[in-house]
């Protein structure tokens, strides 16, 4: 419930957003982790794959994915024609694991209320299905990391 004296103040919902908390008064925020790692196998294989492997890790069925091998994936209708993200922090990261040689990028969405680090969990729970799946060969090493926005800032998902 919010204070409706400050509902219309920018300070409020700033440090409502810092401390880690989601939603807005319209209650319309997600969300939101990105997984990068490497697989040897293409994005329509990984997508074709991705309905069983949420099934076998037991996720949320209404998470939306935006995979893609460049740097900046985005949420929406075609996730490789939007622009690049504002987010300074996140291009960075992204920069630097492509520096790193991580091929791809997967934003993931969840429904509103579900915080940045829920929606994390459950993308771990996916790549961790995947490398059990016939996407990684017998030995492939798994390569990756996850990150989500706490208090402001990205942290890594352990």
């Given at each position: 419930?919010?204070?409706?004296?400050?509902?219309?103040?920018?300070?409020?919902?700033?440090?409502?957003?810092?401390?880690g908390?989601?939603?807005?008064?319209?209650?319309?925020?997600?969300?939101?982790?990105?997984?990068?790692?490497?697989?040897?196998?293409?994005?329509?294989?990984?997508?074709?794959?991705?309905?069983?492997?949420?099934?076998?890790?037991k996720?949320?069925?209404?998470?939306?994915?935006?995979l893609?091998?460049?740097?900046?994936?985005?949420?929406?209708?075609?996730?490789?024609?939007?622009?690049?993200?504002?987010?300074?922090?996140?291009?960075?990261?992204?920069?630097?694991?492509?520096?790193?040689?991580?091929?791809?990028?997967?934003?993931?969405?969840?429904?509103?209320?579900?915080?940045?680090?829920?929606?994390?969990d459950?993308?771990?729970?996916?790549?961790n299905?995947?490398?059990?799946?016939?996407?990684?060969e017998d030995?492939?090493?798994?390569?990756?990391?996850?990150?989500?926005?706490?208090?402001?800032?990205?942290?890594?998902?352990?």
């Amino acid at each position: 419930m919010v204070n409706q004296s400050q509902k219309n103040d920018p300070r409020y919902w700033d440090k409502w957003k810092k401390s880690g908390a989601i939603g807005n008064v319209n209650g319309r925020d997600y969300g939101e982790a990105y997984a990068f790692f490497n697989c040897n196998a293409p994005i329509p294989q990984i997508m074709e794959e991705l309905p069983t492997i949420m099934r076998l890790a037991k996720t949320s069925k209404k998470l939306e994915f935006c995979l893609s091998e460049s740097a900046f994936p985005f949420l929406g209708e075609d996730c490789s024609k939007r622009p690049y993200p504002s987010d300074r922090e996140l291009v960075e990261i992204a920069l630097e694991a492509k520096e790193a040689g991580i091929r791809y990028v997967m934003a993931t969405r969840s429904p509103p209320n579900i915080t940045n680090r829920e929606t994390a969990d459950e993308l771990a729970g996916i790549l961790n299905q995947a490398y059990q799946s016939p996407l990684y060969e017998d030995r492939e090493v798994f390569r990756g990391e996850i990150i989500y926005k706490e208090k402001g800032r990205y942290e890594f998902r352990q």
